[in-house]
């Protein structure tokens, strides 16, 4: 069973930044993509930074590119997602996911349904 935990969500002016990570337990963290997605209230959730085993490959929804940037430490089993000029659109839960699925690890995975594991979410709230 794979265990994932972010922190680092919370409130922050408009233009602020914040760092989210992952921890990840259980599995062989490093040989997995991952990605981050989140859930505004009434909206579907949404990846905006995915990267692959290595990191060599990223993603990054059009409205976050230049702002955020996903990276890994496998040796330490965290994924981060640094956030910057944040604004009151970017406003949602935050989740991270991993994809268990061996042989996989070389992209970086954008849909729902490309991810086994699912972290509870943390809450990230941008003030106009």
């Known amino acids: 069973q794979v265990q994932l935990v972010e922190s680092g969500g919370g409130l922050v002016p408009a233009g602020g930044s914040l760092r989210l990570s992952c921890v990840a337990s259980?599995?062989?963290?490093?040989?997995?993509?991952m990605g981050w997605f989140r859930q505004a209230p009434g909206k579907e959730r949404e990846c905006v930074a995915a990267i692959s085993w290595s990191g060599g490959r990223t993603y990054y929804a059009d409205s976050v590119k230049g702002r955020f940037t996903i990276s890994r430490e496998n040796a330490k089993n965290t994924v981060s997602l640094q956030m910057n000029s944040l604004s009151p659109e970017d406003t949602a839960v935050y989740y991270c996911?991993?994809?268990?699925?061996?042989?996989?690890?070389?992209?970086?995975?954008?849909?729902?349904?490309?991810?086994?594991?699912w972290g509870q979410g943390t809450q990230v709230t941008v003030s106009s």
């Open positions: 259980g599995r062989a963290f490093g040989s997995y993509p």
């Open positions: 996911a991993i994809r268990i699925i061996i042989g996989s690890g070389t992209y970086a995975y954008t849909g729902i349904n490309d991810y086994s594991y």
